[in-house]
């Protein structure tokens, strides 16, 4: 599975949008992309994930480059609950592709 | 939406002693499901993979025989950390793939197992 690169930590004031960047150079045609949350002991928390085109749900929007070797997740409006360290995984859509977990980024929503 | 039920959420136990973690996935079938240890600060690392009806794949350096895992139906998998020792204190979470190919849902994790050894 292809490996992915994400800041350690970010800021975002509440009420403002986040833009969670991820970069995954080596991703293959059949991996998708994957983003997770993990607040403080908790289990990760399923957020959005798509393969090329850009998808958006009720909780977060995820843009994906062309090249497919960057995307961005977007949290439109940040709220403080949101804080929380936020994984960018990438894998394949196999009946036994796993999430690799890298470091993650960590959010800090600010008031 | 799919959920993923792990019990015990935490446990303490002593030093040499077993402890079994169960997750169960409750409203779907789960052909795979995973194990993850997380150690404080630090980010999850895949222990092993389950997959029913047969053995555990486990990562490499994950020691099978200290960490038992058993598939043995579409809604149940267990972790056994045997002989238990305080290195082994970490928070335990289990995963399980929804819809294996579908592009619903993807992975949906447990809350986790906080366990200590003392």
């Known amino acids: 599975d292809a490996k992915t690169t994400q800041p350690p930590s970010m800021d975002c004031a509440e009420g403002r949008a986040a833009n969670l960047p991820c970069n995954h150079s080596t991703i293959s045609g059949n991996e998708y992309v994957y983003w997770y949350r993990q607040i403080h002991s908790q289990g990760p928390q399923y957020i959005i994930h798509?393969?090329?085109n850009n998808e958006t749900n009720e909780m977060a929007s995820l843009i994906i480059t062309e090249d497919r070797k960057s995307s961005t997740l977007i949290l439109p409006h940040a709220t403080l609950r949101d804080t929380a360290v936020y994984y960018c995984?990438?894998?394949?859509?196999?009946?036994?592709?796993?999430?690799?977990f890298g470091q993650g980024t960590t959010l800090q929503v600010k008031p | 939406g799919a959920v993923v039920s792990q019990h015990p959420s935490w446990v303490i136990c002593k030093s040499g002693t077993s402890v079994k973690i169960e997750c169960r996935s409750l409203d779907f079938q789960a052909t795979t499901m995973f194990w993850y240890r997380q150690f404080p600060k630090q980010s999850l690392m895949l222990m092993a993979t389950s997959n029913e009806g047969s053995k555990a794949t486990y990562e490499q350096g994950v020691e099978k025989d200290k960490f038992l895992i058993n598939h043995a139906s579409l809604t149940l998998s267990t972790l056994t950390v045997t002989s238990a020792h305080p290195e082994d204190s970490s928070f335990y979470i289990c995963s399980a793939r929804v819809r294996p190919g579908s592009f619903d849902y993807g992975y949906t994790f447990g809350s986790g197992t906080r366990l200590t050894v003392v």
């Open positions: 798509g393969l090329k």
């Open positions: 995984i990438v894998s394949s859509s196999g009946n036994t592709g796993k999430l690799i």
